[in-house]
């Protein structure tokens, strides 16, 4: 009776809430950091938080893919930032924030097509028996989907923020914490609520 309550706690986690926040720490950190003076900086303070997320994953035979796209696309712009000229970068400066918004919702959605990413964060709390169970695949194919909108939706209101320049605190920090802070509700809430209707 024991053995059977120890083996089914773990099932009811079905996404590692705090891994998956903290993968998104380095996206973050560029969001916040980020402007047209900064950006080089926001870059390389992000690529080296998502080496030292990576760090933690590897040695434990783990590749995240929003770790792995964080090392490639910081690691791109810090090599842009020391290859190019400022004039060059004039493009880059515009729509830093806008760029890093849109590769977190193609990754994000494009794990949809393989294996949803926020999965691969459940999987360290579930045990293997579940990780094929529709409510599993449901749950994790939701709140994947819902990174994702959440992005795209911060990479167009990032944009906005460009293009309407009297509204740019709107579009570049209250609309994009608000989708963040309900992203990160939804994540925390919509397990248990899916699997005691699934139940």
């Known amino acids: 009776m024991r053995q059977q309550t120890a083996t089914k706690a773990p099932a009811r986690k079905s996404v590692s809430a705090g891994g998956a926040f903290l993968s998104f ?20 303070a992000a690529l080296i938080a998502s080496f030292g997320l990576a760090g933690q994953d590897i040695p434990h035979g783990r590749l995240n893919i929003l ?3 964080g ?15 400022r004039h060059e970068l004039i493009w880059l400066e515009t729509y830093a924030q806008v760029l890093s918004n849109a590769v977190v919702a193609v990754v994000a959605l494009g794990s949809l097509l393989a294996d949803p990413f926020t ?21 994790n194919m939701v709140l994947t989907a819902t990174w994702g909108g959440a992005f795209t939706l911060m990479a167009l209101s990032t944009w906005l923020a460009i293009r309407v320049p009297e509204l740019s605190d709107w579009f570049n920090w209250v609309i994009p914490v608000a989708l963040l802070v309900w992203a990160i509700k939804f994540t925390q809430r919509y397990p248990e609520s899916y699997r005691a209707r699934a139940i």
Request: cysteine-free.
């Open 25 to 44: 720490a380095p996206w973050i950190i560029f969001g916040v950091v980020a402007s047209p003076s900064t950006w080089e900086y926001a870059a390389l």
């Open 67 to 69: 770790d792995m796209a």
């Open 71 to 85: 090392i490639v696309f910081f690691g791109v712009l810090s090599v842009l930032a020391l290859a190019l000229d």
């Open 119 to 139: 999965a691969q964060y459940a999987r360290r709390s579930t045990p293997p028996e579940v990780w094929d169970s529709p409510v599993f695949k449901h749950i």
